[in-house]
């Protein structure tokens, strides 16, 4: 079964950090390209960052400077250091994967046709 579980989120005052976690199952990580999207309500999913198979990285120029994302093979996991929030970045947070020919598995609202494997999602609240 695959599975995609996110983990971390919460609510923080404006300048705090919150570290969100993915722990993936059920298709082979290691293979497969890994990103954070996040939905703020009444808006459509947004592409935060992305890091590939080999390690290379991209961030939204909302995030830049601001966001960390890197992955853990060994632990299956995938990883989102968030510093200096601000209250824009209010949302629910979703981890996904493209992995090439493992099917499609959708956890919440959030899931489009770039990635195959979405998580449940996790609540980002930031307060003024």
């Known amino acids: 079964e695959v599975q995609l579980v996110e983990s971390g989120g919460g609510s923080v005052q404006a300048g705090g950090s919150l570290k969100l976690s993915c722990t993936a199952s059920?298709?082979?990580?290691?293979?497969?390209?890994l990103a954070w999207y996040r939905q703020a309500p009444g808006h459509g999913c947004e592409l935060v960052s992305t890091?590939?198979?080999?390690?290379?990285?991209y961030y939204a120029d909302s995030v830049k400077g601001r966001f960390t994302i890197s992955r853990d093979n060994a632990k299956n996991t995938v990883y989102l250091q968030m510093n200096s929030l601000k209250p824009e970045d209010t949302a629910v947070y979703y981890c996904?994967?493209?992995?090439?020919?493992?099917?499609?598995?959708?956890?919440?609202?959030?899931?489009?046709?770039?990635?195959?494997?979405w998580g449940q999602g996790t609540q980002v609240t930031v307060s003024s």
């Open positions: 996904a994967a493209d992995a090439p020919g493992g099917g499609r598995y959708c956890g919440g609202r959030c899931c489009t046709a770039e990635y195959n494997y």
């Open positions: 890091i590939t198979r080999h390690g290379d990285t």
């Open positions: 059920g298709f082979t990580f290691d293979d497969s390209d």
